[in-house]
């Protein structure tokens, strides 16, 4: 009889208690190794975690790139213990909430004022309230993924103009109709494009992601604030993603381009829940003519979190460390697609590598990949969200070895010396949106 983990079991359950199985979109086992995926933890240290049966992995996907620092950070866990012991809700406010806005406006001097919440989605439907309070204009350009909203989610109503920002397919049922035709997505780098969509549209708010998977060209982003500028249309970078990766702060901040508005989440809090809006303050002002406002948004974990998260990076300069790792990683992945003879594309920014198996098998390629690395403890995907944890020369050298010996056997039945079934046991993952359940 198959023999099946633990975490399978409750997945199976899960899938019939909560719809999709779980609430995070990229979590879902059927994208990365359908019927096989541990899918559940039990505890985490460092660049480490348990399984439901107790046995330990490395995991070299840290999903979704929230906990730069390390799982299960000692100095910050001391202190949100400390914290918990105190009390973490009240009839008043926490002090966090203005020592953590000061901080994040101290870093980026540009800004003025701060809004916090607990996660991106909610982060962007915040900055576009304001941004399209602002402006007085409805119409958003956007280029990236920027969560699960309705504002967002309706470029998707009459046509998929969200495919190529990320997640392929996702379907937009509940999101009002009447949404139709108020955000319009462009490419990133294609600067005649969007120029083409302010001209043609009422354009108050350009929103979009620093650099995801490919770097700025062309003085893309200088040209993007101009066009802004000269528009008139607020300039929102989502850095929720991109932030506190490269540099101690905003991405943005490499490429030496203001935004009137930006975003931080994941990093910031190293896996606490918090996410900050920041702004120059005539915009965020605009705050106060809409209403925004949510009870869990008051809680002292997250702000505490982030202020001590904020500490240990800047003691360690973990912005330092991590494009460090990732450029050694995807140099290494090239080096070694190089000499088993297999031509794959390496793309991403430095702190977030990414691979893919090119031609009609490399989702089979992909399912194959991690499922080899899984029979080897280590969890891996086609994405490493570099971790701190990560700078450790036996951690790398495991992953390494075993990637080589992994992509050494794809690369063979690429090249048809051994038969793609012999490997490829259990379904392929899925690469875009599909119903679960
Ligand atoms: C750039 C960007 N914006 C927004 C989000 C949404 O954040 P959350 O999943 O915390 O709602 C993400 C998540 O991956 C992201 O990468």
Known sequence: MKKINKGQKLWKKAKKLIPGGNMLFSKRSELILP???????????????????????????????????????????????????????????????VKLSEKLVEIHPWAKMVRLCRSGGEANSIAVRIARAASGKDKIAICGYHGWHDWYLSANIKKNGLDSHIIPGLPVRGVPKALHDTVIPFEYNNFDQLKKIVCNHKIGTIKMEVARSMQPKDNFLQKVRELATKNNIVLIFDECTSGFRQTYGG?????????????????????????????????????????????????????????????????????????????????????????????CDIFGTPAMPCFAFKGKNSQKYKTIFTDLMLKKKILASNVVFASVSHDNEKVLRNYLNNFYDTVNIISKIDKKQINIKKYLNSPTCHSEFKRLN
């Open 35 to 97: 019927e096989k995926w541990l899918s559940y933890y039990s505890k985490t240290k460092g660049a480490y975690v348990w399984d439901l049966d107790n046995k330990k992995y490395l995991d070299m996907m840290f999903y979704v790139g929230t906990s730069t620092l390390g799982y299960n950070h000692p100095k910050i866990n001391k202190h949100i213990n400390s914290i918990v012991n105190k009390g973490v809700m009240s009839s008043l406010n926490c002090f966090e909430e």
């Open 251 to 343: 991405m943005h901040k490499l490429y030496k381009v203001e935004p009137d508005i930006a975003m931080f989440g994941k990093a910031l809090g190293n896996g606490y829940a918090i996410t900050a809006v920041i702004g120059k303050k005539e915009i965020m002002n605009y705050a106060q003519d809409s209403f925004i406002s949510s009870t869990f948004w008051t809680e002292r974990i997250g702000p505490a979190a982030a202020l001590k998260t904020l500490e240990v990076m800047k003691e360690i300069q973990s912005w330092k460390i991590l494009p460090k790792v990732g450029k050694y990683i995807s140099s290494s992945w090239k080096d070694i697609f190089d000499s088993v003879g297999l031509n």
